[in-house]
């Protein structure tokens, strides 16, 4: 079985979590959850106006 990479010092843990977090906020890839709840409530939105849309254009034809 593989062996599993532990801390040696169990209270990095929290200073290892900042850093991860530093480092994807750095390359603009870490969003919390309310975050990305937020962008796929905005995109779900503007999918649904533009089938509205769509469909509202093809009825007046």
Do not use: W
């Amino acid at each position: 079985m593989p062996k599993k990479n532990l801390l040696v010092v169990p209270e990095c843990e929290q200073m290892l979590e900042s850093y991860r977090e530093e480092i994807a906020m750095e390359f603009g890839v870490h969003q919390s959850v309310q975050e990305m709840d937020a962008v796929s409530r905005s995109m779900t939105r503007k999918v649904l106006d533009q089938t509205k849309k769509t469909n509202s254009i093809e009825d007046c034809e």
